[in-house]
Structures are given as structure tokens and as C-alpha cells.
């Protein structure tokens, strides 16, 4: 081996070092921010796209998290998890489904994706991009385990306030999964009984109880 491709190789490991010690510093600070909020609201638009089947699906909703618990609205349902019990309201039926949750290493929920890269993945920091005058730095976290729903997750991280501004899932079927997020709000004291699905204010609502 040459010194030339010797010094090659070696500045190309101490480049992926770099790059991976460099995306893990934003991850943290995003990951710190959050846990520091204690609730927040925030608006979400879905895009669904599979370019060999011609898929292109867009949906707009909204999200309240608080700690392990979420409600998303969205795509005509309602999602509340208290991370006992799931329950899935179709308001055009006037239905609910309940079911109890389980939660499984490498689940992706609104509430884990904002440290769902301390296990099972690596990280490559891209070229930032900008967003309607903001810049974001863009991290790919690439999973370590070959049977992964998702193969990779891509962040779009703000560098003005590590505020998570997008996240994109890319299965194996050729299928991303786009969440951008906007109107954060963390300026909300959301309780406990927010993450709770109220019969009492569904008149009539049809419960088909799973557990």
C-alpha cells in the first residue's frame, strides 16, 4: 500500500469520525431541549410518497405530547396514547378502538423520536439546508439492525434552537414517510387527563375495547 493511499484512507476514517462525533453533539442538544419541555403543541403535515407505485398522499394535523404521551390528530382519526392504554377515535363513525400499548425497542412515536438515535443506529451529518430563511442541519441516522421497519430516519434539525423541524422514514419497499413540523409551541400546561380518551363528551361514540 502506497503512503498516498494510506494517508487517504486514514483521513477518510478521521473525516467519518469527525462527522459522526459532530452529528452526535446536534442530536444531543435537540435531545436535551426537549426533555427539558415539559408539553408542547404543535402543527404537522404528512407526506407519504412510493415513487414506483405513484403514491402521494398528504395529510395535515396536529400534535400535543407530554413526556411518554401524545394525541395526534390526523388523516380523519384521533391517536391518544398515555403509554398505558392507545385509544384510535374515527370521529366520521363516532368509533373508538381501544387497546393497551406496547412498546417495543426501536418503536417510532411522536415522543421517542426525539432520542430514538442513542441505540441501534449510526449517523452521517449532510450538507444543511435552508428553509423559508432558516437553516437546518440534516443528519441521516442509518439503523444497525438489517430487520428495521426503517432503514434510515432522516432529521432536518434547526441550528438556530436544535428545534426538530422535519423527519423523514425510509422503509425497505422504496416508501418515505415525511413529518414537518410547524406553530411549536411549548408555552402549554397540558395534564395528564389530556392523554385520555372522555366517552362522557362523545355522545353516542361506538367503544369496540380490544384489550
Known amino acids: 500500500m502506497t503512503k498516498k493511499l494510506m494517508f487517504g484512507l486514514v483521513f477518510m476514517c ?18 436535551t431541549k ?15 410518497v412510493n415513487k414506483a407505485d405513484g403514491v402521494n398522499n398528504t395529510f395535515e394535523g396536529s400534535i ?14 384521533e391517536v391518544i396514547n398515555n403509554g ?25 412515536t411522536p415522543s421517542s423520536i426525539y432520542t430514538i438515535y442513542k441505540n441501534g443506529f449510526t449517523y452521517v451529518l449532510l450538507t444543511p439546508v435552508t428553509v423559508a430563511g432558516k437553516k437546518y ?12 421497519q426503517f432503514y434510515k430516519i432522516r432529521l432536518e434539525i434547526a441550528q ?20 414537518t413540523i410547524s406553530n411549536f409551541n411549548s408555552k402549554v400546561n397540558l395534564k395528564d387527563s ?8 362523545h355522545s353516542g361514540v361506538e367503544v369496540i375495547d380490544l384489550r
Not at 427539558?36 to 404543535?42: H, K
Open 137 to 148: 442541519d440534516v443528519i441521516d441516522l442509518i439503523s444497525t439492525d438489517k430487520e428495521a
Open 194 to 201: 389530556d392523554f385520555v380518551f372522555d366517552e362522557a363528551v
Open 160 to 179: 438556530s434552537d436544535k428545534t426538530l423541524g422535519k423527519f423523514t422514514m425510509f422503509d425497505n419497499e422504496g416508501s418515505e414517510f415525511s413529518y
Open 64 to 77: 400535543a405530547v407530554k413526556g411518554d404521551m401524545y394525541s395526534l390528530k390526523m388523516g380523519g382519526q
Open 14 to 31: 478521521m473525516a467519518t469520525l469527525a462527522s459522526a462525533q459532530n452529528a452526535k453533539a446536534i442530536l444531543d442538544a435537540m435531545s
Open 34 to 48: 426537549y426533555k427539558a419541555i415539559p408539553s408542547f403543541t404543535s402543527n404537522i403535515d404528512y407526506t407519504m
Open 84 to 108: 398505558i392504554t392507545v385509544w384510535t377515535y374515527l370521529p366520521d363513525d363516532n368509533e373508538v378502538n381501544i387497546d393497551n400499548h406496547s412498546a417495543e425497542a426501536g418503536d417510532i
